[in-house]
């Protein structure tokens, strides 16, 4: 489509388009370049009706389901941006959907390329693509408009952007905002201006009646840029009661029912847990879902369908997180395992089914579950997908420790295009569930104590080593061969057991994003540089020949307010695993001031972190390791008075040689070295250079 243009969503196609999600990309030259979206819903006058029609970070979902963030997911480019829509859920006075995106501080959209728009029906089937262009040096962008025309939707491509950014954008449209400058004055007396202790716990020890250790989050407000957060421990404890509606509402401050910030908040669990009553550490806890019965891997199959089903149809904001990206509508959610249904001579069992119903319309998913590594095997989700086509269900969905690449289906499945019901194949990793989970118990809060402590329960059954549940654990038949070919430099272009290594190694970095980002509670995604990586089978290729010449696997992450990306690095030569960050020198001060403040503030870094000055003009600078630099910082100074372009932080971590989950394990060595690098740089970072926003 072209700016301005427009078009009838039921003209596009024969899908489903009560159900749409709408795809949000850009490409950063830089790989450090980000956005969030945002949704406003408009009346016949183009204001929002109140301040809740407007979703962004601080509140991503509509109560009826009608919109939901869906959060950023890795393409070729290196991300998306979704959000759901039930059309048929939104309420008859809504008129318009705005869709749009805001950058940060200085940031603008013309640092980005790349700008699109992609909208979708309920199968996943793309309907249109919209181009941006040239957005200019903007910091809020409206992409487009979905509005009613009578009983049929539209779309409309906008590509209007707003210089004063984010706050200006939701103004102009009616929100009344409360800006950072607002908090001290606006917010005296909340939760936020109290003791963290008088926030968490009563003296003693004990938790307050209804702020549970499963319980409330704490909700924290913090002005971007925002710091890294540390992981939270796992929570652990009986049920509370839960409270009433009434309850709930008197728990929540009056100043913040309010109006809508644009601080990010940073929400936490309460640090201060229940004293055990266990005699000594031996005793163990009653768990829900215990582990310690499985024998077999058809066992770990059916508990890990069933656990998992269970916990989506009983805790909604899990359930609708992980089934909207499938085009599932908003509504009642039922889950059933072990359903025989007709197919020729033989009945055939699907592992799970999931249906939803919404205003009388259902929408139902078959699911097959593989554990343990145990590889889908395509015959048996071809005939799921032909009974889904036969018996008119919307999806399959796929669920085993392999993670699914774009362009690089797990299984082949012949869809017949000629029938008139579509069927959608999807496919979740046990680590993107176990992610989710983590990330809306740890990190965004759960209202509901019981829902909480449910998906504690859930997430402790999939961390389980007898789970089964362990995610991407194989580097796969080539890995062996390749990896001596490289140390014999008998590895040759062309070779196709490189491509399937590159295969792998994409797996493991989307898988280790995942782990990270549960930990901090922030977006975590593996990018691309150029827009030549946008082409998945193209860039493999290059990375395959790339394996052969220098016998390196290389991969960028973007940690969401960290200025920089981390560098991974797995040399199969040498079978050293660098991870890496660059630093950018200040723009004020001395040199030898520099140097002496990075020595003071990575005082608690490992003592072998290297330290490389990046010099102009030059490929490399003076290095050394902290523990030598500590009493004479002055060393990393280039003796020629070159200037200084920043430096380059590094820690090297010897790799496991053996396939699988063994302690030396290859992927095993990948994931403790960038959690290691983590917790002993990354977090000290904040301290060094200034934290850009998204």
């Known amino acids: 489509m072209t700016k301005g243009a427009n078009v009838v969503l039921g003209a596009l196609g024969d899908g489903d388009v009560e159900s749409v999600v709408v795809s949000l990309g850009w ?6 370049g ?45 991300s998306e941006d979704r959000i759901g829509f039930d059309l048929k859920a939104l309420p008859d006075d809504v008129a318009t959907i705005l869709v749009a995106a805001s950058r940060y501080g200085s940031a603008r959209f013309d ?39 009578g009983e049929e939707w539209k779309f409309r491509a906008v590509g209007q952007g707003y210089e004063a950014g984010f706050a200006a954008l939701a103004s102009d449209h009616g929100v009344d905002i409360e800006d950072d400058a607002e908090d001290d004055a606006g917010t005296a007396g909340t939760v936020d201006d109290a003791p963290e202790e008088e926030a968490t716990a009563e003296p003693g020890g004990e938790v307050p009646a209804g702020d549970s250790a499963v319980g409330d989050a704490v909700v924290e407000q913090i002005p971007e840029p925002r710091p890294t957060p540390e992981p939270v421990a796992p929570v652990t404890g009986a049920v509370p009661p839960p409270r009433t509606p009434d309850e709930a509402a008197d728990a929540v401050p009056a100043a913040r029912k309010t109006r809508p910030r644009t601080a990010k908040k940073k929400v936490t669990l309460p640090k201060a847990l229940k004293k055990s009553l266990a005699e000594n550490d031996a005793w163990r806890g009653a768990r829900l879902f215990p582990v310690s019965a499985l024998k077999s891997d058809r066992d770990r199959e059916m508990r890990a369908t069933s656990v998992l089903l269970a916990v989506m149809a009983q805790v909604p904001e899990f359930g609708r997180r992980l089934t909207a990206g499938f085009g599932a509508p908003a509504g009642r959610m039922e889950t059933f395992t072990e359903v025989s249904l007709p197919h ?69 499945v012949k869809i017949d295009r000629r029938r008139k019901n579509k069927v959608s194949l999807w496919h979740l990793s046990w680590a993107e569930v176990a992610h989710q989970a983590q990330m809306l118990i740890r990190h965004e809060g759960v209202v509901n104590p019981a829902h909480a402590w449910l998906l504690e329960e859930l997430l402790h059954y999939l961390l389980h080593d007898n789970s ?72 493999r290729s290059r990375m395959a020949d790339q394996l052969c010449l220098d016998g390196t696997l ?27 960050i660059d630093v950018p020198a200040p723009e004020q001060g001395y040199p030898l001031s520099w140097a002496k403040r990075i020595v003071r503030e990575l005082a608690e870094a490992p003592a072998d972190l290297h330290i490389e000055t990046l010099v102009e003009g030059e490929t490399g600078g003076p290095r050394g390791t902290l523990e030598r630099l500590r009493p004479e910082p002055g060393d990393m100074l280039p003796k020629s008075g070159v200037k200084i372009t920043g430096f380059r932080l590094s820690l090297f971590k010897s790799m496991g040689g053996q396939r699988g989950n063994t302690e030396a394990g290859f992927i095993r060595s990948i994931d403790e070295a960038v959690h290691k690098f983590n917790a002993g740089v990354l977090a000290h970072l904040d301290r060094l250079v200034a934290k850009k926003g998204a």
Not at 572 to 580: G, P, V
Request: with cysteine; charged share 25%.
């Open 34 to 78: 980000d956005a969030d979206v945002s949704v406003l819903l408009l009346d016949e006058n183009g204001k929002v009706r109140g301040d809740t029609d407007f979703y962004f970070y601080n509140n991503p979902c509509a109560p009826d389901g009608s919109v939901q963030l869906l959060g950023k997911t890795p393409v070729g480019e290196g």
């Open 111 to 149: 640092e980005l390329e790349d700008l699109r728009l992609t909208l979708s029906d309920g199968s996943g089937e793309p309907l249109l693509t919209y181009e941006v262009g040239d957005a200019g040096g903007v910091s809020a962008l409206i992409f487009g408009e979905l509005y009613r025309r």
């Open 344 to 412: 020729g001579d033989t009945p055939r069992r699907p592992d799970g089914v999931i249906r939803v119903e919404r205003a009388g319309k259902l929408w139902t998913a078959l699911v097959e579950t593989k554990t343990n590594g145990n590889p889908l095997r395509a015959e048996q989700v071809q005939a799921y997908a032909d009974i889904a086509a036969r018996r008119g269900y919307e999806a399959v969905i796929t669920l085993s420790n392999d993670v699914a690449l774009e362009g690089s289906p797990l299984v082949e």
């Open 554 to 580: 290389q991969a960028e992450l973007r940690i969401e307010g960290v200025a920089g990306v981390l560098g991974v690095t797995a040399d199969l030569r040498t079978t050293k695993i660098r991870t890496s």
């Open 468 to 539: 089964g549940c362990h995610g991407f654990q194989n580097m796969g038949p080539a890995w062996v061969p390749v990896r001596s070919g490289i140390q014999d430099e008998t590895l040759c272009q062309g070779d196709p057991r490189a491509l399937e290594t590159v295969e792998s190694w994409e797996r493991l970095v989307r898988q280790v994003s995942l782990g990270l980002g549960g930990e901090l509670g922030l977006k975590v995604l593996p990018v691309q540089r150029a827009r030549r990586d946008s082409d998945a089978v193209a860039r």
């Open 27 to 32: 490409v950063s030259p830089t790989g450090e």
